[in-house]
């Protein structure tokens, strides 16, 4: 049986974050879990395969080997898919404690870790083609000061949630199982906020602009992603902070078409230069560089021009100029270039009797 793409199965794309993955998986498991949809065996089906790309999309090792070879990637890496409920209730707590409320951790102890941010920046060609460091703004939840991020206000405390007595879990029972899942009012906490902090409004965060340096490696393509650790969303109940991705957006140059770390450009040049041979100068990234045209050179004719391409983004050395020369047509001729050109034309003639 053919499997299908994990990006496809949770409707994400492939530079989709942590926390964009999670929140598909859990929109999934919502509709297809077989607790939502007894006796439905497609609904089931859709629930496993859903699980199944979670586990290996959420893991950035397995996701590498995914993203490089596809399924084959992950037949030696010690992952055998979806292997029954019990897996799926022991390696996705986090997920199932958050939107079904299973799981025996107490919400309050249960610190959470910050969304990831994503900013999209644009970037010239030839700043990715020699790196930078540029200083880009942007507004993330951050701790607020007024009550250092308790949602209280200063001189209150929280108060016992009157709903679950301070347990943070409530008990359901569904046929033969009871089931603990985590306060509606408190989240889990066992407290509630009954005199919020002004600051905050009681939320504990505060959307606060920053300014922010990216060093930009040299080499770099459309569609990478640098990771800035710890500079995105604030955590809550104490979580570490979620983390940044700045994805670049090459604008195309005038003269220089990308191939890989190869350059392509097009240089025009005169019927003489082509038939009796020239030596030319072509803009590089670094200045200009001499290329010399034999006699009899044609249009389309390629010159190449080692080194003068772009830097290798994860190793040494730089890819190559290729010169693509094109033989320009007069199209204004004096009356002693036609002379020349028709004295040309009766000698090919001759040659050719």
Do not use: W
Request: charged share 30%.
């Amino acid at each position: 049986m053919v499997k299908r793409d994990y990006y496809e199965i949770l409707g994400i794309s492939k530079d989709a974050t942590g926390e964009e993955i999670k929140k598909a998986y859990r929109q999934s498991a919502l509709k297809y879990h077989p607790d939502r949809t007894p006796g439905d065996k497609a609904a089931e089906d859709k629930f496993k395969e859903a699980s199944e790309a979670y586990e290996v999309l959420r893991d950035s090792q397995k996701r590498s080997l995914y993203d490089q070879f596809g399924h084959d990637g992950l037949k030696g890496s010690g992952f055998q898919g979806f292997t029954g409920f019990d897996d799926i209730f022991s390696s996705f707590g986090d997920v199932f404690e958050d939107f079904f409320g299973f799981g025996n951790r107490r919400g309050r102890d249960y610190a959470r870790r910050g969304g990831d941010l994503r900013y999209d920046l644009p970037i010239g060609f030839r700043d990715a083609a020699f790196g930078l460091e540029k200083e880009i703004e942007i507004e993330k939840h951050e701790a607020c000061k007024t009550c250092s991020g308790t949602g209280v206000k200063p001189g209150k405390s929280k108060q016992k949630c009157p709903s679950c007595g301070g347990r943070g879990q409530m008990n359901h029972t569904q046929g033969f199982f009871t089931i603990s899942s985590t306060c509606s009012r408190c989240e889990g906490q066992g407290e509630i906020i009954t005199h919020p902090c002004k600051g905050c409004k009681g939320s504990g965060l505060v959307l606060t602009p920053k300014r922010l340096k990216v060093k930009i490696p040299a080499g770099v393509e459309t569609g990478i992603r640098l990771k800035l650790i710890g500079e995105g969303e604030a955590g809550e109940r104490g979580g570490p902070p979620g983390d940044l991705y700045v994805v670049l957006h090459v604008e195309p140059d005038s003269f220089f078409e990308r191939h890989g770390n190869d350059l392509l450009c097009q240089i025009p040049i005169s019927f003489s230069q082509a038939a009796l041979g020239d030596t030319i100068e072509v803009p590089t990234l670094n200045g200009h560089e001499k290329i010399t045209l034999p006699p009899g050179t044609q249009t389309g004719q390629i010159f190449t021009i080692k080194g003068a391409g772009i830097p290798h983004l994860h190793g040494r050395g730089k890819g190559d100029e290729h010169v693509h020369v094109l033989v320009k047509t007069p199209t204004r001729l004096s009356k002693k270039q036609i002379k020349l050109f028709e004295e040309l034309a009766s000698s090919e003639e001759d040659e050719q009797k």
